[in-house]
């Protein structure tokens, strides 16, 4: 049941700074948000925070972390680094893309 068994490196406690980079209210972005909020919930509960920048009002801080393409999901914490672009929908894929699950393990 630990959370570190899935991913079999990342201790259970470990806190997740998560940055979403949207453009504004649109279906995609409010999608990504959702989506990111339910894989939290369900596989982070109590060890995450997520910042939602809105390129729209703050372009400039896309150059930070080279955002290309927008909604770009960055995991800031635990490094290294890592990025998903899309609308998080595919949840098997986010796992996988946040480390949270190995590829094998996918669904």
Sequence with gaps: MS?????????????????LYTAGQTPKSLAA???????CEEHLPGRYEIEVIDLLINPQ???GDQILAI???????????????GDLSDSSRVLVGLDLRDKAGAE
């Design 3 to 19: 959370a570190s068994s899935k991913s079999g490196s990342k201790p259970a406690n470990e806190r997740w700074e998560l940055r």
């Design 33 to 39: 948000i959702r989506n990111l909020k339910k894989v």
């Design 61 to 63: 801080l896309a150059a």
């Design 71 to 85: 909604p770009t999901l960055v995991r800031k914490l635990p490094v290294p680094m890592r990025k998903i672009i």
